[in-house]
């Protein structure tokens, strides 16, 4: 009969994520990511199998997370525009909730790393960015609705120019240009989005 776990595999998978978040992928040995896990080296194949498989686990944790926490953000009687300015926002408040300020984001992190190369990572991105832009674009209909975002784009322009946006803000951050500059940046696209509303 097979033991049961002696952990548990959430957090476990929380741990994970941290570990490839911070170093990335292919800098996070073994050994950094048992550690980080708190996992035996049999507890750890015999749950995730493989380093890769730990990777996908945890960044399927990370979307429906992070999905889960945007809806959640936009669950509000308030006009969208406001809301909308107060996302992007907060993509760049060094007070968020990450492993350390200049980690990015860890499904851009790994689409520039590993998407162009491994075919089940990459669909694992684009279901990610899919599903965003989907609820961005449906929000953005929102915000036509309640008259607080201008009629300027198709709702579904609009929702790729805001993902172009968050992720080309976390690769800035990332490579360490100032916070000014990145609140400069998401005044003038918020701006060209929703004129003076923000």
Request: proline residues 1%; charged residues 15%.
């Given at each position: 009969m097979p033991r049961n776990r002696e952990f548990d595999?959430?957090?476990a998978l929380d741990q994970?994520?941290?570990?490839f978040w911070l170093k990335g992928y292919?800098?996070?040995?073994?050994?950094?990511?048992?550690?980080?896990?708190?996992?035996?080296k049999s507890s750890f194949y015999q749950c995730f199998g493989s380093?890769?498989?730990?990777?996908?686990?945890?960044?399927?944790?990370?979307?429906v997370r992070e999905l889960a926490e945007t809806r959640l953000h936009f669950n509000s009687a308030e006009p969208v525009a406001p809301l909308l300015a107060a996302w992007?926002?907060?993509?760049?408040?060094?007070?968020?909730?990450?492993?350390?300020?200049?980690?990015?984001?860890?499904?851009?992190?790994?689409?520039?790393?590993l998407a162009p190369h491994d075919g089940e990572i990459e669909e694992a991105v684009r279901?990610?960015?899919?599903?965003?832009?989907?609820?961005?674009?449906?929000?953005?209909?929102?915000?036509?609705?309640?008259?607080?975002?201008p009629k300027r784009f198709e709702p579904a322009q609009s929702a790729d120019?805001?993902?172009?946006?968050?992720?080309?803000?976390?690769?800035?951050?990332?490579?360490?240009?100032e916070a000014h500059r990145l609140a400069a940046i998401v005044d003038v696209q918020l701006d060209c989005l929703l004129g003076q509303t923000h």
């Open positions: 595999i959430e957090q994970a994520l941290n570990a292919a800098a996070t040995s073994m050994t950094d990511l048992m550690a980080a896990m708190g996992l035996s380093k890769r498989e730990a990777l996908l686990a945890a960044l399927s944790r990370y979307s992007v926002r907060h993509s760049i408040d060094s007070g968020a909730c990450r492993p350390s300020q200049r980690c990015g984001c860890l499904i851009v992190n790994v689409a520039v790393e279901h990610h960015l899919d599903k965003l832009a989907a609820f961005l674009a449906d929000t953005i209909q929102r915000g036509y609705a309640d008259g607080s975002i120019m805001l993902l172009n946006l968050i992720a080309g803000l976390q690769v800035l951050a990332k490579g360490g240009v």
